[in-house]
């Protein structure tokens, strides 16, 4: 199945509420401070990548097919980074934690991919 800029925006939309939902739990639904902490970070990195993928959608032409990749990367640093934060404040065994700077990772390639497609040749 091949993606379009559009098929880009529910994803982006899910994962923005995802995120304020996740801040809402933080704020009303924990007590420990440090599971606080990581809902937190957790949700403001996936809100900030939720309007990423978002932003990818604005890309046309040759920056469009340029772009393609970076809305994957942020989705699926979503889920690592974030995914592993949430999961560690609800409980999950402290080795989880290892997996939260592979989606950094993902989120640093797709802002990486963006770069490019941002200075590639005018369409």
């Known amino acids: 199945m091949r993606w379009e800029r559009r098929d880009w925006i529910r994803p982006a939309a899910v994962s923005g509420l995802i995120s ?20 937190r970070t957790g ?28 809305p994957a990367l942020f989705l699926g640093g979503t889920v690592l980074f974030s995914g592993s934060l949430y999961a560690l404040a609800l409980g999950a065994p402290r080795w ?9 990772l993902m989120f640093m390639a797709g802002w990486a991919v963006l770069i490019w497609a941002a200075g590639g040749e005018h369409d």
Request: aromatic fraction near 10%; hydrophobic fraction near 65%; charge should be positive.
């Open 96 to 104: 989880l934690g290892a997996v939260t700077p592979l989606g950094g």
């Open 20 to 39: 304020v939902a996740a801040g809402a739990f933080a704020a009303h639904g924990v007590a420990d401070p440090a599971a606080k902490d990581w809902l």
């Open 43 to 70: 949700a403001n990195y996936q809100a900030v990548h939720a309007l990423a993928v978002f932003a990818c959608a604005a890309f046309t032409g040759a920056a469009a097919r340029r772009a393609a990749f970076a």
